[in-house]
């Protein structure tokens, strides 16, 4: 531990709430859901003051639509959920992408699909976030694997939605929002609202989900119009997520085997890899957008690629498709995954 830092003990919800408030987040609406709720109840007692609203909706759907609303009132705003409730809530994700609303939507993962184990952690929307509302969508994703990470991340996130005028995602699980660890919370650059909110004077701003002209104009009709609407619109998030673009790596000059983990996973491997030098380990914290030379060019020199995860390959896909070779994959346990069991999978490769 730097003596030189200062630590604080926290949580991650804690930690996650620290963040956004020091990111100038103002507004929160959200419901209930375990392993999330806790985010929701911290906010609550911070709404005591003036300079924080909380609104409790009826629902995940009412509740990304309130953050929605505010957003576009000119409020950062965030809400945070767990699996069920982010699937409800990804109509109201393709409506901000499609109106340039910057917000924040934490996903603390459990064990899926439906009601499915939710004290149990998981890692089952990682595709998602990519692919969960209709049509065609791209957001920044990011996942911390600890508490102090929880608090620098939250911070980027929102920067990240300032930016590319858009959903950004954090993705944690029931571990991270589960621990409590020490913590050295140092400054981030914070972006300010670069979009002017709605004011009563507002009468010309139009906003919907229909397909518009750059000016504005919604046309439905010309498929031109739409291909260069979505083309702009991935444009400003790809080069957005491109300057954050995060990520680490530990290699091992005698390894012939690199593993990719993230989240709560990589502690693991981060003891692994340290401990045995067969094993080199790279660490994506921006999992979308990839960042697809970053991959090639640390992935090109290891014979064997193994994606670590607690789903069933969503991520290992994704490195396939860009590699273009055999990925191997290991699913981790959601409720023990310990380590003696990791390193008995990865040696039997």
């Known amino acids: 531990m730097n003596n030189s830092k200062k630590y604080t003990k926290l949580s991650g919800p804690e930690a996650l709430v620290k963040g956004a408030k020091d990111a100038g987040a103002e507004f929160y609406a959200g419901y209930p859901i375990t392993p999330s709720s806790e985010i929701m109840h911290l906010w609550s007692q911070e709404s005591t003051t003036k300079d924080y609203d909380f609104v409790q909706m009826e629902d995940?759907?009412?509740?990304?639509h309130a953050v929605l609303g505010a957003s576009l009132a000119g409020k950062k705003s965030?809400?945070?959920?767990?699996?069920?409730?982010?699937?409800?809530?990804?109509e109201g994700l393709g409506t901000a992408f499609a109106m340039q609303a910057p917000l924040v939507v934490m996903n603390a993962?459990?064990?899926g699909p439906s009601t499915g184990m939710p004290t149990i952690a998981g890692q089952g929307e990682i595709l998602q976030t990519?692919?969960?509302?209709?049509?065609?969508y791209t957001s920044i994703v990011f996942y911390p694997n600890s508490v102090e990470e929880?608090?620098?991340y939250t911070i980027e996130a929102f920067n990240a939605s300032e930016e590319s005028l858009s959903p950004s995602i954090i993705l944690a699980d029931a571990y991270l929002t589960n621990l409590q660890e020490y913590a050295s919370l140092e400054n981030e650059e914070v972006k300010n609202r670069g979009k002017q909110g709605l004011t009563k004077t507002d009468y010309d701003r139009?906003?919907?989900?229909l397909t518009s002209k750059e000016d504005g104009e919604v046309d439905t009709i010309n498929p031109e119009v739409y291909k260069e609407w979505i083309d702009r619109r991935r444009k400003k998030v790809l080069e957005v997520g491109d300057r954050y673009y995060f990520y680490e790596t530990k290699e091992n000059t005698k390894a012939d085997t690199l593993i990719i983990s993230y989240g709560i996973t990589s502690r693991i491997v981060e003891e692994i890899v340290e401990e045995d030098n067969s094993f080199s380990h790279f660490r994506p914290i921006t999992l979308f957008p990839i960042k697809e030379n970053v991959v090639r060019n640390i992935a090109k020199r290891y014979k064997n690629i193994v994606v670590l995860e607690m789903n069933e390959g969503q991520y290992t896909k994704e490195i396939q498709n860009i590699l273009k070779r055999d990925i191997k994959h290991i699913r981790v346990s959601n409720a023990n995954p310990l380590r003696k069991d990791i390193l008995k999978e990865l040696k039997s490769l």
């Not at 990519?130 to 065609?136: E, M, N, P």
């Open 78 to 90: 965030f809400t945070a959920t767990s699996g069920p409730g982010f699937s409800l809530m990804q």
């Open 206 to 209: 139009h906003f919907t989900g």
């Open 109 to 111: 993962q459990r064990q």
């Open 150 to 152: 929880m608090y620098k």
């Open 60 to 64: 995940e759907i009412a509740s990304i």
């Open 130 to 136: 990519q692919y969960g509302t209709h049509g065609d």
